[in-house]
């Protein structure tokens, strides 16, 4: 078994707030990222596929085919939108990283399997060079 990942790259904006809550503690909890006019992030995106490589190409998957699934069904749909609004599987969820990620999973998990041997082992999606969560599905 190896691990093969596929870097994809997106922009996109969000705020985080939560509507139940009073202004006051929107601001105590999410600070200036829940900013009423929204503010940006560069997303990273890796998917980690797992599998055995194939004896005639010695590939998993083909990394290229890996990243057009990936452009196709999640970067367009995310790339130079606002998560809050734009996004169909993110509407009525709070937009944050954590949400994003799993939901990304969701899309990705079957497209994979659809086309490939090899599995969806994980799901990593940076929001900041520094904050980034990892998903590897429900256990
Ligand atoms: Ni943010």
């Known amino acids: 078994m190896i691990y093969i990942c596929r870097k994809e790259h997106f922009n996109a904006a969000h705020k985080l707030y939560n509507p139940q809550w009073t202004e006051e503690k929107n601001i105590e909890v999410f600070g200036p990222c829940c900013n009423a006019n929204w503010h940006g992030h ?5 998917v980690t596929v797992k599998g055995n490589p194939d ?8 990394l290229k085919k890996l990243s057009k699934l990936i452009r196709a069904n999640v970067i367009e749909k995310l790339d130079h939108k606002n ?26 998990d079957p497209l994979i399997s659809a086309v490939s ?3 969806l082992h994980c799901v990593t999606l940076y929001e900041t060079p520094r904050n980034f969560v990892e998903y590897y599905g429900e256990e």
């Open 42 to 46: 560069n997303f990273e995106l890796i």
């Open 55 to 62: 004896p005639e190409t010695g590939f998993v998957i083909d």
């Open 83 to 108: 998560l809050n609004v734009d996004v169909d599987f993110m509407l009525g969820k709070m937009a944050s990283t954590e949400h994003l990620a799993i939901e990304i999973w969701k899309i990705l």
């Open 117 to 119: 041997k090899a599995k």
